[in-house]
């Protein structure tokens, strides 16, 4: 006898719908998250709307407001220093564990998203050159072969996600970006550990006048803004740390 189809969890369908509008940009911070609007929307019941609400909120990605519903979180300055401090040792440790783990299969695919990211380089198409980045950074979590830490990438990521979106508009910052991400590959691929965690670390903390245009741009008054980026940005130049993706 036949086995009967898995049932689909709709408040998990809503979520991941949603979590993909928030990582695109389509849903930015402060952008509202009504439950009746998600009831029309999917065609369901309060429960999955509501439910679907409840685990962005655990999530951190959706901040609830008194009687008014949720809206889609925002990180303050200091809370995205901090995060990006953790982002870079995780990200290191994810490429010195896929250079020692990945199969052959992954570091193969690895190889043809670095061609995706050279065929958008070469457009300067900042777009699609954000996607193809999300995809070659996937690719090593995947590789690291440790679900744990690449969940937790995953989630960071996505939290940081409103002044990440700027960086490739930046002059210049999808080429230094690829050069970085060849040298990441050249390690990953040759199973040099050290060569890989340092490489990593380098282009996640790269360009710190990026980090401060990028912090500039999030939903702040535009004098405050650039006062908080340069004032945040300074120390971490110092320190040869911004925020690269």
Known sequence: MASAPPRINLSDQIRRTLEDEIHSGLLDAGSRIDEQALMDRFDVSRTPAREAIKHLISAGLVTPLPRQGAVVASLSVPEYIAMLEILMQLEGLAARLAARRMPTVQR??????????????????????????????????????????????????????????????????????????????????????????????????????????????????????????????????????????
């Not at 958008?120 to 070659?136: L, M, P």
């Not at 040759?190 to 282009?203: I, K, L, R, V």
């Not at 004098?223 to 110092?238: F, M, N």
């Open 108 to 245: 193969k695919q690895l190889e043809q998203a670095h061609v995706i990211c050279q065929r958008a380089a070469e457009t300067d198409d900042a777009e699609a050159y954000g996607k193809a980045n999300r995809v070659f950074h996937e690719i090593i979590y995947d590789g690291s072969l440790n679900e744990v830490l690449a969940r937790q990438l995953r989630a960071m990521r996505l939290r940081m996600r409103h002044p990440r979106r700027a960086l490739f508009d930046r002059p210049n910052r999808i080429r230094n970006s690829l050069a970085e991400h060849t040298v990441i590959l050249q390690a990953i691929v040759s199973g040099d550990e050290n060569a890989a965690f340092q490489a990593m670390t380098d282009h996640i903390s790269s360009g710190g006048n990026v980090y401060a245009d990028a912090i500039a741009s999030m939903p702040q008054s535009a004098a405050s803004a650039a006062a908080t980026a340069a004032a945040a940005a300074a120390p971490l130049r110092r320190r040869g740390k911004s925020a690269q993706v």
